[in-house]
């Protein structure tokens, strides 16, 4: 059975910092490409920043430069660093968890995301 459970969110001052984590069990880890996304109420869950296999990374603008994502393979476990938290930042953070075989995606599965609100 495959997991994959977030963990980390919570409520954090503006300009503020938190530390998402991702568990993944019944996968083989190291094969996915990896992202978070996030949905705030009211609005489509958007892409926030992706790694794939060999550790390329790519980020929305609106994160660039505050949220930094890394990977453990060994530990089945992806991150997502977030400093200089804003109210915007504000939303349910999803882990994704991508298999591809060049452009051809196989299969993917989700986390249950985590809250994260940036409020003072």
């Known amino acids: 059975q495959v997991q994959l459970v977030e963990s980390g969110g919570g409520l954090v001052q503006p300009g503020g910092s938190l530390r998402l984590s991702c568990a993944a069990s019944?996968?083989?880890?190291?094969?996915?490409?990896m992202a978070w996304y996030r949905q705030a109420p009211g609005k489509q869950r958007e892409l926030v920043a992706s790694m794939t296999t060999t550790d390329s990374t790519n980020y929305t603008d609106p994160v660039k430069g505050r949220f930094t994502i890394s990977r453990d393979n060994a530990k089945k476990t992806l991150y997502l660093q977030m400093n200089s938290l804003k109210p915007e930042d504000t939303a349910v953070y999803y882990c994704?968890?991508?298999?591809?075989?060049?452009?051809?995606?196989?299969?993917?599965?989700w986390g249950q995301g985590t809250q994260v609100t940036v409020s003072s």
């Open positions: 994704k968890a991508l298999l591809s075989i060049g452009d051809l995606s196989i299969r993917d599965y």
């Open positions: 019944g996968i083989s880890f190291s094969l996915y490409d």
